[in-house]
């Protein structure tokens, strides 16, 4: 542990440590511009200069380790010449686009010039001229303003895993250029915006419409994955202008996907804002919120529950698919069901539905074993935390059963389909004992081993498998669930799932052909296509005019997540909340208000009229959602349906990572990403 003194005070470090990270931990700053403390050290652009005693010229403070008895000044006469001295360079040929520039009022640089540069230049040659480059429909380039701090070039090799970006010759003439001229396919390349220090990068869909100062700030929580990253809504008046992301360790450090950062222009595109009723001609037309619930009253006064079911789609919140629950149950109807895309799993256990290592627990695995799962576009942050333990050394082999996707690490194939699961719990494949002698062994199950009629015989094969190779353990539990709903977890946290003689997915649209199944009741629920409801009587409540809508005989019209005080549980178990940044608008309204107002209508009302109401309603159904932001162990017990796994394939639920729920599917911006990455080819699947 060496010991120095800096700016006259004492510290001693961790071996290993920068001089720069030992001055952040005396609260001394530090001007920088390449150095990121996620990303590798290149030490070039010379700002964070610092003296050390004993050293003949300034030294760069990012790439030095601190050493026994190292005496440093970062507050001398020297210092500040050195780093007048850079700035000036810096700005020789950086053009006077404050004005304009949309990192105006944000940059780093405009920051850094005031604190620490000249007050005035000295160069009068003409400045360099740098051609713009595409990197597609989300960044957009001025690459006459790029320091050469190779921010960019780093993240994209370390972070995405992308090898997009390089540079060109050296010196001024140096030119950071994609490969190609290429755009960047990489689920994370909008983090690009972030940690470019100046006005070189920028958001290309929010290119020229508002300055930082203008925008109301909301701190919330994604809901674009089963991540739930968190993030700042940024917003001016009602509309949504931007999502940065919020640092968080734990779940996404300071990084979100591209969906989570760009499909905002959605939510105001095909927006439901009034209720509907279809007429006896067939057509949808605009209705009160009374002739609404009569029409809803008039149909269901005539049916018990079991003609009856509800089923909630993927961005629900945990408050509204109570509320909806308890009516349903307050109906006598059983058939309630959250897994819209047929997954099949015991939900009898917490731990057999969670991410029961954690995100951040992913660091720490040596061999991960991937079933029915693409991360990559499933969740992009997870996809990214396991490649954080590959770089470190600390993940030595990743296998993937099913579809064979290219996810930024090297992977070792076992197979398409079930016989090799298989295999692996009856121990008779060889890469059964590589997870027997790791000692930290994952594995994660996705969506694509569940959809499947034997979901939970996968289930109880991949429970077998964790348990027979010491997975499971005391310390450590490598057994893993990640799902690709925001909703998913925190449905089945309050059971949203068939109760008592309940019908599940299949059972209800069985129901419908066959006419069993009288009335549904969608809840946000997209994914299911509208014929498969028969002649039943359908009511949808959401906030967007997709496929569910397009089927309903009565629309009432909900809030979106950036409209509504809402929990959500993301794939680890981790309960958070959003927070309202816009009000829904005309005349829609919060998801459990309307539940609860309809429940009135239907001569069940329910037990709640505020928001903490239903919230201490949530922590008596479930104790989990007492605990916000804090994980909750769950209890390890047998859970899953022993049987024959089937041989058919594991394959991945979504097929474009730019739409996969009525958000991103009205997005414009997605509609571009889709057209130039994923309709050229698919560049994330290798072909069988």
Known sequence: MPKLTIDGVEIEVAPGTSVLQACEQLGIEVPRFCYHERLSVPANCRMCLVEVERSPKPVASCAMPCGEGMVVKTNTETVHKARKGVMEFLLINHPLDCPICDQGGECDLQDQAVAYGFDRGRFSENKRSIKDKNLGPLIKTYMTRCIHCTRCIRFMDEIAGVSALGALNRGEHMEITPALEAGVASELSGNLVDVCPVGALTSKPYAYTARPWELRKTETIDVMDAVGANIRVDTRGPEVMRVNPRLHEDVNEEWISDKTRYSHDGLKRQRLDRP??????????????????????????????????????????????????????????????????????????????????????????????????????????????????????????????????????????????????????????????????????????????????????????????????????????????????????????????????????????????????????????????????GNAFVVYQGHHGDRGAHRADVILPGAAFTEKAATYVNTEGRVQQTRLAVFPLGEAREDWKIVRAL????????????????RARLVQVNPVFGAVDRLVPSVWAEFGQSGAIGGGHFVSPIENFYMTDPISRASVTMAKCTEAFIKPALPAVAAE
């Open 276 to 533: 509907y009723v279809r007429g006896d001609d067939g057509k949808l037309r605009q209705a009160s919120w009374a002739e609404a619930f009569a029409a809803i009253r008039a149909k269901l006064s005539g049916l018990n529950g079991s003609q009856i079911a509800a089923i909630a789609g993927d961005l629900v919140d945990a408050e509204s698919a109570l509320a909806l629950k308890e009516l349903m149950l307050g109906l006598g109807s059983p058939n309630l069901e959250c897994r819209q895309d047929g997954a099949k799993f015991d939900v009898s256990q917490r731990s057999g539905y969670v991410m029961n290592t954690t995100i951040a627990g992913l660091e720490q695995a040596d061999v991960v074993l991937l079933v029915g799962t693409n991360p990559r576009w499933e969740a992009p942050l997870v996809n990214a935390r396991i490649r954080k333990g590959y770089l470190a050394g600390k993940v030595k082999k990743v296998a993937v059963i099913g579809q064979n996707f290219d996810l930024t690490y090297p992977t070792e194939y076992l197979g398409i389909g079930g016989e090799v699961l298989s295999a692996l719990a009856a121990g008779t494949h060889p890469f059964a004992e590589t997870l027997r002698t790791a000692k930290n062994p994952v594995i994660i199950v996705g969506m694509g081993a569940f959809r499947r009629a034997d979901g939970a015989a996968v289930q109880a094969a991949a429970r077998a498998l964790a348990v027979s190779v010491g997975a499971v353990r005391e310390d450590w539990n490598g057994f893993n669930v990640l799902h690709t709903a925001a909703g998913r977890v925190g449905a089945l946290d309050v059971g949203f799932v068939p109760h008592q003689g309940g019908r599940d997915l299949d059972g209800i649209l069985e129901g419908c052909r066959t006419g069993e199944i009288q009335a549904v009741y969608l809840l946000g629920a997209d994914e299911i296509p509208g014929e498969a409801f």
């Open 599 to 614: 429940s009135a209508e239907l001569g069940q009302t329910l037990p709640y009229d505020t928001l903490g109401q239903v």
